[in-house]
């Protein structure tokens, strides 16, 4: 049972995160943030989009109906894996319930990647 | 004013509450009469002044009373009536509210119907179940108060979540509800039983065994229509997938299932005694568990729950309270009830324990993946999720042996069975089951069907067919007895039993057949054009807008037909809800027995008139909700067992006017009379 579990825990990484190549290759994973406002491409029941934590950029690519609430510059979560072209191709795409509800590994990666820019902005405005 | 009144009903049930947690307890201690008496006023003044309040709550949903901040939030000047009364219920709060109303209904029930019930346990059992409404009225008045205004009063409600405008949705949580809350009678049964233990256990649980079969019917439908609700609401056509909302509703019915099965065990033989209050205790304490992570918002942010500690802290603290509480008096109490009977390696207590076990491993896996990502992410921060391949790889191995235990037990004697009989029996069963999958697997399947899918439908046809043994050998004419005279001396909890292992076969066969059979397709289609998808052709005919009483939207009209006949038409919308402008996929199903047509449109295509419309042919699915309908039959008729009713006339003075039934069974079918 536990080595069950061991190997179906899928890990949560942010656009950063994947930017700097911490999540595996090969292997299921779960990537949230913002869908960039003017990325999704539709072409028939392909669409290509971007997730962002406003830091960095992931293209993804999915087939099939996007939920409802599915929206650019809105929360989304996608489930699946990382190609060696730096293309993120998902098997599911999460956006909940309701209007204001953020899926909470989206806020998560919008929350690092924030506090990530305030400190880069104070690294490099800081007088020496 | 009227919400003022029913807020002022709730801190007086509050007080009452108390008092029937204390006092009429305190008379049973001290065998105090007078106090013992106290019960029932104090009961019947409780269950008055929560469903006042309840009904103040309805009623401002039912007047637009915005100045409520929770009806601001739940409703909208445009919901239709119905939708407004079922509102109460769709947020934290007023779902609280209904939790309270069902469990002082339960107690009112429990009341009316205990007529010679010894009064000390009556006492005792009404002062656990008051001490539990005490908890849960005081989190609602000092956390989530339903009834808390809003000024300035807004103009317009913000509107119910689109989602639970539904029939489904309407029905889903008072069943849920119903199921969570009568586990309380069980709970509390057994508490009292712990507080008293020189009491007869068995005697308690004569009581007990009919509200936990109905609890289990209702958390049954209940868990069986949230499930419906996602299959045609959300729009992708699945029914199940290991959320953790459906887990938390889930594991109180694995661990209710496993109590059922246990009591019926405790009862007919005295064995597992201690394994039944155990099983009692951890029911109820999941159903908590459940309703207090489904409702504290831990689920959609363990940051939200820091973020407001008032809520999250009381639940803990009370969680604790009667989860370790009612452990430790468990545990200090418990080895005065003794083992109980003991039974043979070949019988049918065996079975009962292997699958008690199974269960509560089940139990405990699903736990463990629902739980985990929560602590790892409070604790670590780090964010997991445990996807359904998880739950699929634990639930399959644990649950396939039950389901085999499950058609041998019926057919096993208590205590101490002989194997060269259970042999014959099983042989005969054995034969039946794979004649049955056999042929029905490859009418349905052709060749196609996988290695998995044959098992499923041997399994599903092993518990169909010991069922048909089982009903077989107790019906068949003997002894000059023709078929119905041996329907009439069939006790009624076989009946029931079989029903429900029946519901378990069928639900079998429609998970094993639309997991392997079911094709989905994803297309872009523009008026005019179709796409054929097993063997049936959907046309898209037209797309035309619509106006709903609150929102507006896009029907498609699709025509479905077969070799040029045509089968039904399907008219799927895209709504879109005024006041919350959220969108919503109302999916257009035909449903049938041996199959589901399913269309739901996505979103149109930029630059085009053409949709992304989703189409499912779902062979079977209606099976999974069938299995769990007679699963719940099953429940309702052993709760309607007269044999109880019976027992407890017998026990009272009244015995001249008792039906003798239940002790003039054959001597042969009271020894396999079932769970």
Not at chain 2, 400 to 414: C, E, F, K, N, S
Not at chain 2, 465 to 491: F, K, M, T
Not at chain 2, 631 to 640: S, Y
């Amino acid at each position: 049972m536990l080595n069950a579990f061991q190997s179906n825990l899928v890990f949560f990484y942010s656009p950063t995160q994947v930017a700097a190549n911490e999540a595996p290759k090969g292997r299921s994973f779960r990537i949230g943030g913002l869908v960039e406002p003017g990325s999704v491409k539709r072409e028939g029941v392909r669409v290509n989009f971007k997730v962002t934590d406003n830091l960095h950029q992931i293209p993804v690519r999915f087939e099939g109906v996007l939920p409802d609430l599915f929206k650019e510059g809105k929360g989304v979560v996608a489930q699946g894996q990382l190609g060696p072209d730096g293309l993120f191709t998902a098997r599911e795409v999460l956006a909940k319930h309701d209007e204001n509800y953020m899926p909470p590994e989206a806020a998560d990666a919008l929350e690092q990647a924030e506090q990530a820019r305030t400190r880069a902005q104070h690294s490099m405005g800081a007088p020496k | 004013m009227i919400p003022e009144l029913g807020h002022f009903a709730l801190w007086f049930a509050l007080g009452l509450a108390a008092l029937l947690a204390v006092l009429p307890p305190l008379g049973a201690h001290r065998r105090r009469a007078d106090w013992m008496a106290l019960a029932a006023p104090l009961n019947k003044g409780l269950g008055l002044t929560v469903l006042l309040s309840y009904l103040c709550l309805t009623w401002a949903f039912v007047q637009f009373d915005f100045s409520v901040a929770y009806v601001a939030r739940h409703s909208n000047s445009e919901l239709p009536l119905a939708y407004r009364i079922a509102a109460v219920w769709g947020g934290h709060e007023g779902s609280l509210l209904l939790w309270a109303l069902l469990l002082v209904g339960w107690m009112g029930a429990l009341q009316r119907k205990a007529g010679n019930l010894p009064p000390a346990l009556l006492a005792r059992v009404l002062g656990v179940m008051g001490a539990l409404s005490f908890g849960f009225l005081l989190f609602m008045l000092t956390t989530s108060n339903p009834f808390e205004r809003l000024l300035p009063m807004p103009e317009e409600g913000a509107d119910l979540n689109p989602l639970l405008q539904d029939p489904g949705m309407v029905l889903h949580p008072p069943m849920l509800y119903m199921g969570y809350v009568g586990f309380a009678v069980a709970f509390a049964f057994a508490i009292a039983a712990l507080l008293a233990p020189e009491d007869d256990l068995q005697r308690w649980l004569r009581w007990a065994r009919p509200w936990t079969a109905a609890a289990w019917a209702s958390l049954t439908v209940g868990i069986a229509l949230g499930s419906w609700w996602a299959y045609y609401e959300l729009g992708w056509g699945g029914w199940w997938f290991w959320d953790p909302v459906e887990n938390a509703s889930f594991m109180p019915w694995l661990a209710g299932t496993a109590l059922l099965h246990s009591m019926a065990v405790t009862e007919k033989r005295g064995a597992f005694r201690s394994w039944t209050l155990l099983l009692a205790i951890l029911a109820f304490s999941l159903s908590l568990l459940g309703t207090f992570l489904v409702r504290s918002g831990v689920l959609s942010s363990v940051h939200a729950f820091a973020t407001d500690p008032k809520r999250g802290l009381f639940i803990l603290g009370f969680l604790v309270v009667v989860v370790g509480g009612s452990l430790g008096l468990f545990a200090a109490r418990a080895a005065r009830m003794g083992l109980g009977a003991r039974f043979g390696l070949l019988s049918r207590e065996t079975t009962l324990m292997g699958n008690n076990v199974m269960l509560l491993a089940a139990c405990g896996a699903v736990l463990l993946g629902t739980l985990y990502p929560l602590a790892l992410d409070a604790l670590t921060g780090q964010k997991i999720s445990v996807g359904p391949p998880y739950f699929d790889s634990v639930f399959v191995p644990l649950m396939a042996p039950v389901i085999v235990l499950m058609g041998v037990g019926p057919l096993l004697r208590w205590k101490q069975d002989e194997g060269p009989q259970l042999v014959r029996r099983l042989r005969g069963a054995a034969l039946l089951a794979a004649l049955v999958a056999g042929t029905f697997g490859w009418a349905v399947g052709g060749g196609q069907l996988s290695a998995a899918a044959w098992f499923g439908l041997a399994l599903a046809g092993w518990v169909l067919a010991c069922c048909a043994a089982d009903l077989v050998e107790r019906l068949w004419p003997r002894q000059g007895q023709g078929l119905i005279a041996r329907w009439q001396a069939l006790p009624r909890s076989v009946l029931s039993m079989q029903l429900a292992h029946a519901g378990v076969g069928v639900f079998i066969v429609g998970v094993t057949l639309v997991n392997s059979l079911q094709v989905e397709r994803d297309v872009a289609l523009a008026p005019g054009q179709g796409v054929e998808v097993a063997g049936f052709e959907f046309q898209l005919e037209r797309l035309q807008r619509i106006e709903g009483p609150n929102y507006g939207g896009v029907q498609g009209l699709v025509r479905v037909s077969r070799g040029g006949e045509q089968v039904t038409e399907l008219r799927p919308e895209k709504r879109v809800y005024r006041s919350s402008e959220m969108p919503m996929t109302e999916a257009a199903i035909d449903a049938g027995l041996l199959r589901d047509l399913y269309v739901s449109l996505g979103e149109p295509l930029a630059g085009s008139n053409a949709w992304i419309v989703r189409v499912y042919v779902k062979p079977f699915i209606d099976w999974i909700w069938m299995g769990c309908l007679l699963m719940a039959c099953g429940g309702l008729l052993a709760w309607r067992d007269k044999r109880y009713r019976v027992a407890v006339a017998q026990s009272s003075a009244a015995k001249a006017l008792a039906a003798p039934a239940a002790q003039a069974l054959p001597g042969g079918a009271q020894g396999r009379a079932a769970p």
